[in-house]
T-cell receptor, first 113, second 113 residues
C-alpha cells in the first residue's frame, strides 16, 4: 500500500538557519505530493504541492522537488523565522488503489530567536 | 470566509457515552473527510464522502458512523465511546477528491475517560 516516511522530530533551529525536512514515499502509479503545515491550535493547511516528477512546489519561501528516482519530496527553506514554528506533514495522493490522502507522522519544528 | 467549521472544539466523554461531531463547509466542495490525529501516527482517515449521499470507510472506521446530510454537512458519530477514541478529530473537504487541495477544520479534541 501507499506510505509516507518523514524525518522524526522534534527539530529545533535558530532563526535564519537552513531547514530540511526529509520525506520519502512508497506508492503505486504516479502520486501527487503535498506538504501541509499545522500552526498551534489550528487545522492543517496546504503549504505546497507537486503533481508530477521533477515539479517544484514553492510557497512562503519553502520549496520541495518531486524526485521520482529517489521517491522523495524533501521540504527546504533557506532562512527560517520564528513564525515558521509548526508541525509539517508530508502527504501523497495516488489514484491507484485507495484514492485517499496518505499522511506522514508529522515533524514538529521550533525556531528559536 | 468560514471554510470548514467543526463543532465542538473540545469534549470530554465517559466510556459508553455517545456523541456526534458536526462539520460544515461553505465552499461547495463535493468531497468531505474525517481524520483522527494521534501522537506519532500522523492523520488516519476514518470515513470519507465523495459526494452527497455516498460514504466510504477509510483506514480506521471501527466504532464510528457518518452521515452526509447534504452537500455542506458531514457528521461523525461515536455510538459508544471508548478510551481508544481519545484523539483530535479533523474534518476536511476538497473539490473533486484528495488530488485537489484539502481544506481542514480547526479540529475537535476529544477525551474519553
Amino acid at each position: 500500500g501507499n506510505s509516507v516516511t518523514q524525518m522524526e522530530g522534534p527539530v529545533t533551529l535558530s532563526e535564519e538557519a537552513f531547514l530540511t525536512i526529509n520525506c520519502t514515499y512508497t506508492a503505486t502509479g504516479y502520486p501527487s505530493l503535498f506538504w501541509y503545515v499545522q500552526y498551534p491550535g489550528e487545522g492543517l493547511q496546504l503549504l505546497l504541492k507537486a503533481t508530477k516528477a521533477d515539479d517544484k512546489g514553492s510557497n512562503k519561501g519553502f520549496e520541495a522537488t518531486y524526485r521520482k528516482e529517489t521517491t522523495s519530496f524533501h521540504l527546504e527553506k533557506g532562512s527560517v523565522q520564528v513564525s515558521d514554528s509548526a508541525v509539517y506533514f508530508c502527504a501523497l495522493f495516488s489514484n491507484f488503489g485507495n484514492e485517499k490522502l496518505t499522511f506522514g507522522t508529522g515533524t514538529r519544528l521550533t525556531i528559536i530567536p | 470566509n468560514a471554510g470548514v467549521t467543526q463543532t465542538p472544539k473540545f469534549q470530554v466523554l465517559k466510556t459508553g457515552q455517545s456523541m456526534t461531531l458536526q462539520c460544515a463547509q461553505d465552499m461547495n466542495h463535493n468531497s468531505m473527510y474525517w481524520y483522527r490525529q494521534d501522537p506519532g501516527m500522523g492523520l488516519r482517515l476514518i470515513y470519507y464522502s465523495a459526494s452527497e449521499g455516498t460514504t466510504d470507510k477509510g483506514e480506521v472506521p471501527n466504532g464510528y458512523n457518518v452521515s452526509r446530510l447534504n452537500k455542506r454537512e458531514f457528521s461523525l458519530r461515536l455510538e459508544s465511546a471508548a478510551p481508544s477514541q481519545t484523539s483530535v478529530y479533523f474534518c476536511a473537504s476538497s473539490v473533486t477528491g484528495p488530488r485537489s487541495e484539502a481544506f481542514f477544520g480547526q479540529g475537535t479534541r476529544l477525551t474519553v475517560v
